[in-house]
Nanobody, 119 residues
Framework: QVQLVESGGGLVQAGGSLRLSCAAS????????MGWFRQAPGKERDFVAA????????YYADSVKGRFTISRDNAKNTVYLQMNSLKPEDTAVYYC????????????WGQGTQVTVSS
């Protein structure tokens, strides 16, 4: 049973920072791609960032490039999302997800953590 548990969300003022964590269990974490997504009220879930099993070659949505950093610690089965220079439009529920390297779809998702950025 694969489980992903996000933490680190909260309320922050615009320009502030938060670090999200996602602890994974139930699969060989180090072999899989990890991603972060977000869903704002009334909107579809959007891709934010992803990272390969080595922790290299991260890629980001244009909206967060230069502000967010994804990283992973395979020894701790944890992926992180460091979010800096937060904007009110970053307000959303943030989800982590995992998929096998060659898969097109993410197959396991966490329950989400709320991030609210006040202006």
């Amino acid at each position: 049973q694969v489980q992903l548990v996000e933490s680190g969300g909260g309320l922050v003022q615009a320009g502030g920072s938060l670090r999200l964590s996602c602890a994974a269990s139930g699969r060989t974490f180090s072999s899989f791609i990890m991603g972060w997504f977000r869903q704002a009220p009334g909107k579809e879930r959007d891709f934010v960032a992803a990272i390969n099993w080595r922790g290299t070659s991260p890629y980001y949505a244009d909206s967060v490039k230069g502000r967010f950093t994804i990283s992973r610690d395979n020894a701790k089965n944890t992926v992180y999302l460091q979010m800096n220079s937060l904007k009110p439009e970053d307000t959303a529920v943030y989800y982590c997800a995992t998929k096998p390297p060659l898969a097109t779809q993410y197959d396991y998702w966490g329950q989400g953590t709320q991030v609210t950025v006040s202006s």
